[in-house]
C-alpha cells in the first residue's frame, strides 16, 4: 500500500484504460495532466484550447512564454498542422514515433492556440513513442500541448514522483508508467527554410539526422540563442506603450480589467483568459489602421509574470 499522501497531491493514477479514461474528461474540461512520454514527464492540454494552454504556463509559474510542442498521433495528424518539406518528411518517416521535434511553418486554420506557439508563424511537432501518451492522443482525439510536467525553473522530471513533488497542489492528475525510458527531451530540429538546424540536442544525435537527409544540420540561427531559448518571438510592428490607462487619439487600445480598449486581454480582470488572449490580441492590433498600440497594466503576479515579460519584449 502507498503511504497517505499530503492533501494538495494530485490524483495519481496507475496506466490502464481507467486512467486514461480520466485524464481525457480532464482535457475535455480545459485541465492539464501530466502523462509521461518515452523522454520525460509532459504536462499536456489541448492545444487547440487557449484557456487550457494558458493552464499549463499557470502550473508551471512560467515566467515567459516559450513555444510549447504539440503532440500528435501520427505524421497524417502532424500534416494537417503544418507544412513538412522534403527532408522533413524524411526525419518523421525515419524518427516518428520517438524523440524527435520538428519545428516547421504552421498551416493557416490548423485551429492551434496562438499561445501554444508564442504567436509565431512556426510550430513544433512531435510523434511521441509511448503507450500513455498515444493513448491518450487516442482518447481525446485532440492536439495536446506539452512542456516538461516541471514547475518553471526545476529539472525535467523522469518519474511520477518527481512531477507530484514539483507540482503539487498545481494539476489534477497525474498518470505513472514508470520512469521514462530516455531520460533526456526530444531532439528539437528546424525545417522551415529549406535548411534542417538542430535547436536542442537531444536522443536523436546529428549524426543520426545526417545519415537520413544527407547532411549534418546546422546549429540555430534564425532567432534561436540558447537550445529551449527563442530570442525573436513574434513582436508587432508598430511602436507599444505600456501601462496605458487611456488611448491617444492614433493609439489602439489593448484593455483589461477596468481600462477599457479598443480590445481587452480580459474585460473581468482574469489573468489566464488574459493570457490566452495575449498575442491574438497582439496580431489584431497590428492589423489595425492605428500606427500605435497602447496596453493597458495588468498586474505582476502569477501569469502576469509572464504576460509582464511578453509585453515588454513586444514594447522594446
Ligand atoms: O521531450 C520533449 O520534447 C518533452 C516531452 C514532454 O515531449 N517536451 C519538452 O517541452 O521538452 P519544453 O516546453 O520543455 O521545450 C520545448 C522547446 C521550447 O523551449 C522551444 O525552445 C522549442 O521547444 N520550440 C517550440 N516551438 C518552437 C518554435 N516554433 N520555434 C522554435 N523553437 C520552438
Ligand atoms: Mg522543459
Known amino acids: 500500500m502507498s503511504p497517505p499522501v499530503a492533501p494538495s497531491a494530485p490524483r495519481c493514477l496507475p496506466y490502464g484504460p481507467e486512467a486514461i479514461a480520466e485524464a481525457a474528461r480532464a482535457i475535455a474540461t480545459g485541465q492539464c495532466v501530466a502523462i509521461p512520454t518515452e523522454t520525460v514527464y509532459g504536462l499536456a ?10 493552464a499549463i504556463y499557470a502550473a508551471k509559474g512560467r515566467p515567459s512564454f516559450n513555444p510549447l510542442i504539440v503532440h ?21 518517416k525515419a524518427f516518428w514515433p520517438g524523440p524527435m521535434t520538428l519545428v516547421l511553418p504552421l498551416r ?15 510550430v513544433a511537432l512531435r510523434v511521441p513513442a509511448h503507450r500513455a501518451m498515444q493513448a491518450l492522443l487516442a482518447a481525446t482525439g485532440k492536439p495536446l500541448a506539452a512542456p516538461s510536467a516541471n514547475a518553471s525553473g526545476g529539472i525535467s522530471p523522469t518519474r511520477a514522483a518527481h512531477v507530484v513533488a514539483s507540482l503539487a497542489g498545481r494539476i489534477p492528475l497525474v498518470i505513472d508508467d514508470g520512469p521514462t525510458e530516455r531520460g533526456l527531451e526530444s531532439t528539437i530540429l528546424a525545417c522551415t527554410d529549406g535548411t ?8 536523436i544525435s546529428a549524426e543520426q539526422v545526417a545519415a537520413v537527409t544527407g547532411v549534418m544540420p546546422g546549429r540555430g540561427g534564425s532567432g534561436i540563442e540558447a537550445p529551449g531559448q527563442l530570442a525573436s ?8 506603450r505600456l501601462e ?3 488611448a491617444a487619439p492614433d493609439e489602439w487600445l489593448i484593455g483589461f480589467g477596468p481600462v477599457v480598449g479598443d480590445d481587452t486581454l480580459s474585460a473581468s480582470g482574469d489573468l489566464t483568459e488574459a493570457a490566452a488572449r495575449l498575442f491574438d490580441c497582439l496580431h489584431r492590433a497590428d492589423a489595425t489602421r492605428k500606427p500605435r498600440i497602447a496596453v493597458a ?11 509582464n515579460d511578453r ?5 522594446a
Do not use: M, Q
Request: charged share 20%; hydrophobic share 50%; aromatic share 2%.
Open 45 to 54: 492540454a489541448d492545444a487547440t484550447d487557449p484557456v487550457a494552454v494558458a
Open 244 to 246: 496605458a490607462l487611456d
Open 108 to 122: 493557416e486554420g490548423s485551429g492551434v492556440a496562438s499561445l501554444v506557439t508564442a504567436g509565431l508563424s512556426t
Open 196 to 203: 534542417v538546424r538542430l535547436l536542442r540536442p537531444g536522443p
Open 72 to 92: 500528435l498521433p501520427d505524421l497524417a495528424a502532424a500534416e494537417a498542422l503544418a507544412t513538412f518539406d522534403d527532408a522533413a518528411r524524411r526525419l518523421a
Open 233 to 240: 518571438h513574434y513582436a508587432p510592428g508598430k511602436p507599444v
Open 297 to 307: 497594466p495588468v498586474p505582476r503576479s502569477g501569469l502576469g509574470v509572464a504576460i
Open 311 to 315: 509585453l515588454t519584449r513586444a514594447a
